[in-house]
T-cell receptor
Framework: AQTVTQSQPEMSVQEAETVTLSCTYD???????LFWYKQPPSRQMILVIR??????QNATENRFSVNFQKAAKSFSLKISDSQLGDTAMYFC???????????FGKGTRLHILP | NAGVTQTPKFQVLKTGQSMTLQCAQD?????MSWYRQDPGMGLRLIHY???????DQGEVPNGYNVSRSTTEDFPLRLLSAAPSQTSVYFC???????????FGPGTRLTVT
């Protein structure tokens, strides 16, 4: 069975700093997707970024980028120039390409300090 | 577009009571799913549907029933609520796979 591990339950950084959230996963599949979701205090789940395993290039979305290391089964999220609005829970998630089920990690609570 | 809507936002049930959590989407999405979120556990998939008339079990299906009679609606039924079902429930939808899911605002359910 696939598992997703987020080893940092909670983190705090100063506004404008760069922060990296860790995620590792375990799978025997070769084709899959990886996601980072953000859940602010409003509770709304928001897709931040996704990566297709067959693509070697790391995905980027504005200030958000990932470091995808397929051999190491690692998928970290880097937030550059962090803003107060980035304060949220962040969930890493995995989905097999032939499946319709997403497996979520337990989340990292990120605090951006003024 | 309203996106994904869920009702109610909050609900308190007594053990043994039944209820239905409603979920609707107006984006003509084929894929819909239900998750529960518990403290320290992330989101766990309860049931999902890849189209009208088709449903399947997720990671934690026990105690929950679903049906999908229309593309728009995907209700989640609790037949006999238990305190272990106290949680926040999220409904989500996407085009034809969970590749880009849109989540509803959630329902906070407390079972006493």
């Amino acid at each position: 069975a696939q598992t997703v591990t987020q080893s940092q339950p909670e983190m705090s950084v100063q506004e404008a700093e760069t922060v990296t959230l860790s995620c590792t996963y375990d799978t025997s599949e070769n084709n899959y997707y990886l996601f980072w979701y953000k859940q602010p205090p409003s509770r709304q789940m928001i897709l931040v970024i996704r990566q297709e395993a067959y693509k070697q290039q790391n995905a980027t979305e504005n200030r958000f980028s990932v470091n995808f290391q397929k051999a190491a089964k690692s998928f970290s999220l880097k937030i550059s120039d962090s803003q107060l609005g980035d304060t949220a829970m962040y969930f890493c998630a995995f989905m097999k390409r032939v499946d319709d089920k997403i497996i979520f990690g337990k989340g990292t609570r990120l605090h951006i300090l003024p | 577009n309203a996106g994904v809507t869920q009702t109610p936002k909050f609900q308190v049930l007594k053990t043994g009571q039944s209820m239905t959590l409603q979920c609707a989407q107006d984006m003509n999405h084929e894929y819909m799913s239900w998750y529960r979120q518990d403290p320290g556990m992330g989101l766990r998939l309860i049931h999902y549907s890849v189209g009208a008339g088709i449903t399947d079990q997720g990671e934690v299906p026990n105690g929950y029933n679903v049906s999908r009679s229309t593309t728009e609606d995907f209700p989640l039924r609790l037949l006999s609520a238990a305190p272990s079902q106290t949680s926040v429930y999220f409904c989500a939808s996407s085009g034809d796979s969970p590749y880009e899911q849109y989540f509803g605002p959630g329902t906070r359910l407390t079972v006493t």
